[in-house]
């Protein structure tokens, strides 16, 4: 049973449902009961056209939903719509699906959370924490989303900057956990890029490119998380780090600058050092204060006090950090990282301990518990 063919085949079965006539939430609901059924009947024998499977089998249960709510005049006009058997068409509908989830009737936020849910296959759970919002929090905002597009024709697909808001956090997804994730959102951008001639766009490849060209050293043989500093730069992919730098250059020299060219730019610094102690801290301070200037997020602002305490000493940093709200994801690991650099050990180890309770990752809580019995055995020793 292959679960990531299953799991690719449902953006594109799902669109095939929408252009069809079904509204958004009735054909997600057509499509996991398909799903359950792949799963229960493919390990006896898959089927030599998955694709056309799973869509004929959720038309099907689309028609049975419909059956119940709709009169029989629509029902039988349905009917005569459905698929021939025979091989489904090769087409990609992942990215045109991205867009039609981006629907104008929805803002911003809630279409990148149902598209997240719905075509992303992140878990209610997982886009919280991306949000910084509680699991209820979200689950309503995605239920209210389904019930605002719920008999909604897509035909007005949404704009450019939801989308690459979504592809951003799916690939983040992907690169902390799932590889085929984060590959998928390279692929997906790539497709974006050389349908749509937007700056960002050109930004968040080159970004997403960056991170991933670094993805093969931020894990040890034994699965645990290594630093940025501690890594092995040997083991980064030049080849998608040079590609990243020209898709950047180019995109910067257009004088449009967004956030995920500044991000890129960051990302660019870091992969340009041959070593951490030659990494150019000053100017990733002065790339962090332009995207303040577009984002005022708290994240960032977090970011940069770290930064600030490598280009400008961990007092710096400690300074800069004591202005954001304590509360912040990761904030209680950064002081510890800094208070580390300043001497402090009694004070780093109590902090990462903290930390660690609260990581929202088994691997950054592992690394964290281990900063944590680093010190104390230094210091007991």
Request: charged residues 25%; negative net charge; aromatic residues 6%.
């Amino acid at each position: 049973m292959n679960d990531a063919l299953l799991r690719s085949l449902v953006p594109s079965v799902l669109a095939v449902l929408v252009r069809r006539g079904a509204d958004f939430a009735a054909a997600e609901d057509a499509v996991q009961d398909a799903l359950v059924e792949a799963v229960r009947v493919w390990p006896g024998e898959q089927p030599r056209d998955p694709k056309g499977w799973l869509v004929t089998v959720a038309w099907r249960r689309f028609l049975d939903a419909a059956r119940a709510d709709t009169a029989r005049r629509r029902r039988e006009d349905r009917t005569e719509e459905e698929p021939a058997p025979g091989p489904a068409p090769e087409v990609d509908d992942t990215l045109q699906l991205y867009f039609l989830c981006a629907h104008p009737s929805l803002t911003p936020a809630s279409a990148v959370a149902l598209t997240l849910r719905a075509v992303g296959g992140l878990t209610t759970r997982q886009i919280a924490q991306a949000y910084l919002v509680p699991e209820a929090t979200m689950a309503q905002r995605i239920s209210r989303a389904k019930r605002t597009v719920s008999g909604v024709r897509f035909d007005r697909p949404g704009d450019v900057s939801t989308v690459l808001r979504v592809l951003y956090l799916v690939f983040n997804e992907g690169y902390s956990g799932d590889v085929d994730l984060a590959a998928e959102a390279i692929r997906l951008t790539r497709q974006l890029a050389a349908a749509v001639d937007h700056p960002e766009v050109a930004g968040l490849l080159a970004l997403m490119l960056l991170h991933h060209a670094r993805r093969a050293a931020r894990t040890a043989a034994d699965g645990s998380l290594v630093p940025l500093a501690e890594q092995d730069r040997g083991r980064w992919d030049t080849g998608a780090i040079a590609e990243g730098v020209g898709i950047l250059q180019a995109a910067l020299a257009r004088d449009r600058l967004g956030e995920f060219q500044a991000q890129a730019a960051i990302a660019a610094l870091h992969a340009d050092a041959p070593t951490p102690e030659e990494t150019d801290w000053v100017q990733i301070v002065e790339w962090y204060d332009e995207l303040l200037r577009l984002t005022d997020s708290p994240v960032v602002r977090l970011n940069r006090a770290v930064a600030v305490g490598e280009a400008d000493g961990p007092r710096a940093g400690l300074a800069a950090l004591t202005a954001l709200d304590a509360a912040l994801p990761r904030h209680t690991a950064a002081a510890a990282y800094l208070h580390e650099r300043a001497g402090n050990p009694t004070t780093a180890a109590r902090l990462y301990a903290e930390a660690a309770r609260t990581a929202p990752n088994l691997p950054e809580r592992d690394h964290l518990t281990r900063q944590a019995a680093r010190l104390n055995t230094w210091l007991r020793g």
